[in-house]
């Protein structure tokens, strides 16, 4: 007989004996039926492991990871990112995620430029060709939209530490947290698609591309291009459009020197003419400097400097020479922040703008 057909006649003489209650006492009895029982549910669980297929592991809530991301515009959303486990053919998951990584780039002629998988430029949808005359085209205008520097300066710190410089140069202070769409052609204020850390210290840096925003906006508002326009070409390259609309730039756009004013072209919506400029650049702290604009003897001009923290308003009048001097006294103003000074002009019903700026060192 076989090792199975002896094992077959043990098991119920086994439980024949243990029916009978072999043991005079009734605990020993109970002691010995609750062992025996032990050792049947132990081997059965053994021999079912032992068989069944195994399952798939399916991901529980602990094993997956959830991101919550706040976007530039104050949006919150939030999205399941990933299981621990993820089968080798899963797709990645597409998201809307501002890229981390990357340098700014360099152009054969020395211009910086942002880099376009991190900064692709963004515009603000209340901003509509239909609408420039209340908004790009007002005087003071772009203050009511810009942030506060306390959310652009920590912009900044964020991408200079995940390697987003100028030649590695990772000092705040070097670093104008810029937007590749300026505000007045109706770029994005907040988005992250379209602020750049963009250095103040090379010669085709940050006030080189001052002077192309100012251009581009009275080009706008005067009819000469569309705001589609000037938001595609600056967008795209913004030296290309300093090239296009400005030319060549000269030996006085080193980093030192201030964006000059746009001249209002005489063939566009009135004769009325307007340029700026600065009697001091670079003015020093509890200095003196002055908007030195040109335009029509007697007409009536409103300067707004736009600080970091606060805009500041002064008027004047032209001379019989078309040519007012508005003084601004320099205080604490924060050193290698370039101030925007916009222009606005009136006399005999016509209105006009221009722009100039002024860094204090």
């Given amino acids: 007989m076989g090792k199975g057909g002896r094992l077959g006649n043990t098991i119920p003489r086994f439980w024949r004996w243990l029916g009978s209650r072999p043991f005079k006492r009734t605990a020993l009895n109970w002691v010995l039926w609750g062992f025996v029982t032990l050792i049947v549910i132990s081997v059965a669980a053994a021999s079912g492991s032992g068989h069944s297929p195994a399952k798939p592991a399916t991901a529980s809530p602990a094993n997956r990871v959830m991101a919550t991301s706040t976007s530039t515009d104050g949006a919150t959303t939030t999205r399941v990112s990933s299981t621990i486990r993820q089968s080798a053919t899963a797709r990645p998951s597409t998201t809307s995620s501002v890229p981390s990584t990357g340098a700014e780039v360099v152009n054969t002629a020395g211009a910086v430029l942002p880099n376009p998988s991190r900064t692709p430029g963004a515009i603000n949808p209340q901003v509509t060709q239909a609408d420039i005359d209340s908004t790009i085209c007002v005087s003071g205008w772009t203050a009511t939209v ?216």
């Fill in 146 to 361: 810009r942030p506060p520097s306390s959310y652009t300066t920590g912009l900044k710190e964020e991408q200079l530490a995940t390697g987003y410089a100028y030649n590695g140069d990772t000092d705040t202070a070097d670093y104008e947290e810029d937007h590749l769409i300026s505000l007045e052609i109706g770029g994005s204020p907040t988005s992250a698609l379209n602020l750049w850390p963009e250095p103040y210290n090379t010669p085709d840096g940050a006030r080189l591309k001052d002077q192309v925003e100012n251009k581009l906006n009275a080009l706008v508002c005067y009819g000469s291009i569309t705001l589609a326009t000037a938001q595609h070409a600056i967008a795209t390259n913004w030296y290309a459009a300093y090239l296009t609309y400005i030319g060549t730039p000269s030996s006085s756009s080193a980093p030192t020197s201030a964006t000059t004013g746009v001249t209002v072209p005489v063939t566009h919506r009135s004769s009325l003419s307007c340029s700026a400029s600065m009697s001091n650049p670079s003015p020093s702290d509890n200095s003196t400097t002055d908007v030195i604009v040109r335009t029509a003897a007697g007409a009536s001009v409103t300067t707004t400097a736009h600080y970091k923290s606060t805009n500041t308003t002064h008027t004047g009048t032209a001379s019989g020479s078309g040519v007012a001097t508005v003084p601004y006294e320099i205080g604490r103003a924060t050193v290698g922040y370039t101030v925007v000074v916009d222009v606005t002009v009136s006399a005999g019903g016509a209105t006009t703008s221009c722009a100039t700026s002024f860094t204090p060192s």
